[in-house]
Each structure stands twice: as structure tokens, then as C-alpha cells.
DNA sequence: CGTTAAGTTGACACGACTCAAAGGCGGTGG
DNA sequence: CCACCGCCTTTGAGTCGTGTCAACTTAACG
């Protein structure tokens, strides 16, 4: 066993490890680790409040299956989606440092979670270094996506946001081994879309229908089809860089 | 000399050293350390590109003075403003972890800086594990900024984006000693506004003088006054909890 | 089946964009 | 010291994307 990262191994169930190994972070030990910490999960169901906004859980959450989201509301009682948890992703890292939080998280669909303590997260990122790494790494690509989205929120139109988000959560889904190639569940309402995208949920509905009778998506019964990947790319000028997925896919 | 922080000196014209102050996170020895680093700074004017989208260098930049931005361009030439940098804002955190950056900065007025690199911030984060901290510290705070712009750009109206904008510039200002009571150097273009807030600098121009006529504003060669900072916190429901500003102010 | 949440549709209103032109301020050079 | 020039600000008129309200349809689930 070295202390330098592996190159990743064909396949993992588990899809921070796979997370990780994509950007070639994590030795075996690593991966043993995170391995052991994610033995005992918890299974919530859809609605569930994660992180409540103004207290202080110094608690991470990792996501093993389902989508969560960070969320504010605003003082007239709307909604604005700040960011999708997918499996893999963490929250609640700035707890222990920030102590109270400025922003809610709460799931968006059954979601399969794993509660880790501060304790386990000290005592992980001190024995493993690499992991202290992926920590910080994470954080960075959150931060990317963040803009990535501020951008689209400022400068482009609906279709073309939701067009980018599409083209993201492929390519996030499958480094997780949780999309085909061209398809994924997705558990959101049009409502919820319309809390990420800024928008109304009857304006979503009429930007899904345009989607549609472009050719570009089917989306039915909770799970999307992205019929022409290259044209759905093009129409919003899709760059994957932000994602820093390291090569292998695009 | 403890390792404990202690409470924040009466003053130091140093912004960093104020704004970690202020989170009560620095000894006399971290504050030794990083008025060492900021001994060699660099005028630059309005303008210059600090970080090149796409490129991959390992340091980093803190502000001292005058304004400057994250930003992205569009295909089409648009550009979103994605995060400004105040004096005391670090940027650059990024590239050593990440490789290229995926987003560009720049100055917005001429700028004092110090160009910090690699090797330095690793000395000084394994030296000073109390900055170490405070690095992770203002990540996290740039992520809550950045969702709060996110959650603004979603789901506020030009006018109450603005005003919010100001609320959040008069305090971090505030932090670092380079704002008033209610009033503050604002450098920024109207052209410069728009990419910020999401909308075209004629649109920007009308939310500006609605303020005015509001009595709320006085914006004139590039000084910002806000005549009634409560109304206008009102105006856009600023709660600045997002911040962490710990207290003293708020 | 009955009930409820989610999706769909239409008519209308409004915030923000576009294009275009005019006015002001700050620098520069004659 | 004034005339000029460029960048920024301001204004108007018309258009378009998106929001609002309200009704109706479909899917999900016990």
C-alpha cells in the first residue's frame, strides 16, 4: 500500500469513493476508510430537513442514494434552490467551522444518508491526508458550480438554463455510476426545477414542453432522456470544465 | 504569546488581518506572519487581469485596496460578475488544488495587491495553523455570499437586488475600516452594476434612480451614501447572518 | 374509486431588454 | 485654458421573457 493516490479501480457501489477516484485522489487505504465510515446509513424520505437554517449541527451528511438540495427561503415564503445533492456529494462541512448555518438542506427524494460526526471527520482527515485533499477539493468544485449557475441565473435564458443544468447533472450522475448515457431518474417536481432555475413552476412546464417539441428531452414519470446530447450541449454552450472531472468523459 | 486568538486589536490597517479579527482567529503571531507576507505589494490599475479562465497558476492574490471581481464570460460575450473582491478578500485559493480555473478575475479600480505563492501560503498554513483555519473560514463565508447571491439573482426583483447589494458592501466594508458610518467608495460602473446584479446597465440606470427618488441612495462620482440604511435593509430584507460577522456590528 | 399532488393551458400584466440617441464628466493636447 | 474626445450616464419607445391568476387534466396512491 503506498501514500500516493491509485489510479481507480474499475467500479465502486459506493459513490463518494467512485467521486473521488474519478479525480484520482485516494489511495486503498483511503478508500477503506471511507469504506468503514459509510457501514451504518440512515434511509429518510423525501422532505426531510437536513440542515436547518440558524442552528448549529457540527454534523456532515453524505448522500449514498436520492437528491437533497441547499435551500433559503426568503421572507415571502419563496424558495430558492442554491445547489443539488447528489450521491457522493457531502454537506454540512461548515458546521464545525462556521458554527451556525445561513442555509437550509433538505431532500428532495428518499434518499439513502450517511451521518458523520465531527469526531469521525477530525479523526479521518488527520489520518488520511488524501482525504483532508478531497475535502478541500470538494469544497472548490461546489464553489465552481456555484458560479457556474450564478452565471446562468444572470445571463441566460430559461431554456438554456435549464438546457446546462440537464448537461451538468448527466455528467455528475454518471461519475457516480447513477446515469446511462443518455438518461437518469430525476425525482424533481417542476416546482422544485422552477426553485433551482428561478423561474415559476408554470413557466418550467412551458420551458420542458419547448424542450420536448425540440426533440431534445423526454421527460416522464420522474426520469429523463436526453434525445440529441451534442445539440442539447450546443444550445446552451455547454463547458464542462467547471465540474473538473479530470479527462476520462466530458 | 498563546495559540489561542485573542480579541482583535483597536486597529490595524491591514484588511485581512481586521477581517480575521474580527472572526477573533489570529494570535500576535499569525498577525506577525501575515503583515510579514503582505511587506511586498503591487499597484496595478482598473482593469488587469488578476486570474485567466482556463489557466493554472498555483498563487495567491490578496486585495489591500480599491475593488476587483470574479467573472465569467459567455459564448456569446456576456459576462457575469460572480464575487467582488473588497480589500482584505483573498483569491486564488483555487489553483493549487484545482489546476485551472475555471473563472476569471480582474480589477474593477486601480488596485493595491500581494501576489502570494504556493509555497508561501503552504509555509504559512503549516506554521500558523490558526490561518490554516482562517483560509477554510473564508472559503465557507465566500460560499455563503455566493448562495445568497444565487438566492437574490432567483428570486428578487432588480431593485431589491441592488439594495441588497449595497446592505452586504456597506458592512464588509465596514469590517475592513474602508467604509463610513453610511457611505463607502463605490468604483464600479453602472455597465460593471449590471453584470453583478444580472441585468443591462439601462435597466440598472432606472433601479439606480428609483433609489434616488426614493431618498434612499446618493450615488455620484463613484461615492455610494445610503441615506436611510434601515429602510433600505428593509427594502430587501437584509439579514446579515450570511456574513458571520460575529456579533459586534451586524 | 376518491382524493390529492403534480402537470398543463390560456389570458393578461409587468419587469427587464433592445435599440437608439442625447447629455455629462473627466482626461488630453493644442 | 479651452476644445475635443471617449466613456459613462440618462432618456424614450417598443418588444419580449417571465410572472400571475385561475381553471382544468392527468398521474399517484391508498
Redesign the interface.
Known sequence: MTDRPDVAPVDDSNPLIRKLDHARILTDGDRAALREVCRHSRAVEAGWDVIKE?EGSQNVYLVLDGMAC?Y?L???G???I??LLLPGDLCG??GA????A??SAATLSACTLVEISETVINDLTQKHPNIA?AF??E??????T??????G????DGMTRMAHLFCELLLRLQVVGRAEDNSFAFPLTQGDLA?V??LTSVHVNRVVQDLRKAELIVLDRRWITMLDVDRLRQLC?FDP??L?LSGRMM
Open positions: 440558524g441547499h433559503k426568503l421572507s415571502e419563496a424558495r430558492a442554491t445547489g462541512l461548515h467551522i462556521l458554527g451556525k445561513s442555509h485533499r478541500w477539493w469544497m472548490l468544485v461546489n464553489e465552481a456555484l458560479r457556474e449557475w450564478l452565471t441565473l444572470g445571463r441566460r426553485d432555475l428561478g454552450s470544465s467547471y473538473h
